[in-house]
């Protein structure tokens, strides 16, 4: 490509008067933003201007317009606004003649082109500093995101998405600490307005597939010792209002007979003699109470010691999580609650407690028995029983419960 010089125009064989015309196509003229407005702005010639200077109110004025001519501008202030204003009499674009201004951005370029006398048009080009200082694999602030040759960000990983591919993944990207995905509705930007919500859907099928599936599942732990991560779901906490809901529906069944879908809490299975995950209602294990009773009409009905009574028969796996007693009466005597299974007969299996609880020998007063740390001892199987087996001096005693919580397994 042949670049042209003030020196070779100078040298050239052309006449004056091409001279000129070659010397101004090529003229820069540099000019300093002046002024508030088209009374006072610094003006220009026809050709190409560099302005300095621009404050976002200092301006420039272009020349006359006269058709086919040429004015291109470019603003050196990367972070102001420069106005230019059209001559007395003209207009730019489709703005007010003589008073109305074309902001060109900081940085930006602009170049005027007189289409009729008295009429400029333009259109202004930003200054393209969106990846300046941004480093492949990264993402900058106002400025761009950027994926390395892993389509990798500094805190995610987009999978590729092609023409034989149907899956898209976004994932933390590794890191010392995991880099984390957060996925935000927007802020609303009016009072009354609800912010924006974040949808999780799956595919929509063909004729006769299944639906696409959405999954939540936390991070695995460590290969050694780690934990794997836990899954919250909160509502949001209200300022003046009630609390919302959270609700798990399952799907309906449609056409013919088909069931409705199950809402299945299955907690996590332990190690060995750990603790077994349970389903906890506001932060509490055990869902159901089964219990001995000596109420009206059994009033009178008084145990005797060194007998046992089965009051629970198992249809579905429990593990016990609470045994207490408590009588309207003063008498001591002792009961214990005793898991049998098989043929085994009423007190004769073994004791889900560490000992036999003690009525308090206070009127209406709470005993809480302790419960065996072996976890096998407190688990019922299917058609496994529970029973109480008296001791001690039973004595006038009325109104005695004795109550289980119990925690589906």
Known sequence: MTVISRV???????????????????????????????TNAAALNNGRSIVTGADGTKCAILPKAEIDGLVSILNTVSNQDLPAYPGAGDQINSLTVTTGAFTIPGGGLATFHCDANGHWYTAALPASTALDG????TTSASKALIVDANKSLDVLNLSTLGTTSATMAVNGLA?????????????????????????????????????????ITSGAGGATSGAAGAIGITVGAATSANGSTITLTAGNGAGGTNAGGNVNLIPGTAVSTGNPGEVLFNSVSGMAEEGYSQQPPYATNVPATATSYTFLVANRAYRVKAVSCIASSTATPTVDVIKDTGTTAPGAGTSVLTGAMTFSGSANTRVTGTLSPTIATVTLAVGDRLSTKWGGTVGALTAAQVMVLLEPV
């Open 134 to 137: 941004v480093v492949a694999g």
């Open 175 to 215: 890191a010392a600490q995991g880099g984390a995905v957060t996925v935000t509705g927007g802020v609303s930007s009016t009072s009354a307005n609800a912010g924006g919500a974040v949808a999780l859907v799956g595919g929509t099928p063909g004729l006769t597939g299944a639906g696409g599936a959405v999954n």
């Open 8 to 38: 070779q125009i100078t040298g050239s064989i052309l006449d004056l008067e091409a001279k000129k015309t070659w010397l101004r196509s090529i003229k820069v003229d540099t000019v300093a933003a002046a002024g508030s407005s088209n």
